[in-house]
């Protein structure tokens, strides 16, 4: 499994971006086509929240340093 997985990263690496974004795109599209416009949209935005997260522990930053990036505080200063 895992030398599989290795491949399919390896290749992800070294594939042309144009077809990893019309990949991307395509998948989108059948999400948009199955679910609808707005459920992408939130799926899309857990994805985005997963993300972040995933980031947020790999770098050991703290959560209210992400939460300022995402909406600074302006009056703060």
Request: a positive charge; proline letters at 1%.
């Amino acid at each position: 499994m895992k030398e599989t997985l290795g491949k399919i990263g390896l290749w992800l690496l070294s594939a042309d971006r144009r077809f990893l974004g019309a990949l991307l795109g395509g998948v989108f599209g059948l999400l948009y086509l199955i679910v609808g416009f707005w459920k992408t949209i939130v799926f899309l935005g857990f994805v985005l929240l997963g993300y972040s997260l995933g980031r947020m522990f790999e770098v050991n930053e703290d959560w209210r340093d992400v939460i300022d990036r995402i909406m600074p505080n302006k009056s703060r200063d």
